[in-house]
């Protein structure tokens, strides 16, 4: 079993900028390929970004491509996402996540572990 628990989040103005980060335990990290999904009142948990394994490789949604960076430690089984010129739209509960799948790392299903979630509240 994997837990993760994420940190980071809080209120921040448009334009500002949050890095938020998810530290895990009972498992061997660098197994897992590593991602942050988001959900907002009322709508859908989607997929933000995601790391491989090894760092090698990183994806995100449209939506925050040149915003956000997602980095990894695998020395100290961390993850992080730095939020940069963040929108009211960034509002959400952000949650870290773990696969053990290399392909399709948008999807929610594919993800075994999750985090409890991290609170972004963007004002405008």
């Known amino acids: 079993q994997v837990q993760l628990v994420e940190s980071g989040g809080g209120l921040v103005q448009a334009g500002g900028s949050l890095r938020l980060s998810c530290a895990a335990s009972?498992?061997?990290?660098?197994?897992?390929?590593m991602g942050w999904f988001r959900q907002a009142p009322g709508k859908e948990r989607e997929f933000v970004a995601a790391?491989?394994?090894?760092?090698?490789?990183?994806y995100y949604a449209d939506s925050v491509k040149g915003r956000f960076t997602i980095s990894r430690d695998n020395a100290e089984s961390t993850v992080h996402l730095q939020m940069s010129s963040l929108k009211p739209e960034d509002t959400a509960v952000y949650y870290c996540?773990?696969?053990?799948?290399?392909?399709?790392?948008?999807?929610?299903?594919?993800?075994?572990?999750w985090g409890q979630g991290t609170q972004v509240t963007v004002s405008s």
């Open positions: 790391i491989s394994w090894s760092g090698s490789f990183t």
């Open positions: 009972g498992g061997i990290f660098s197994r897992y390929t």
């Open positions: 996540a773990a696969s053990i799948y290399v392909d399709y790392v948008r999807t929610r299903d594919n993800y075994d572990y």
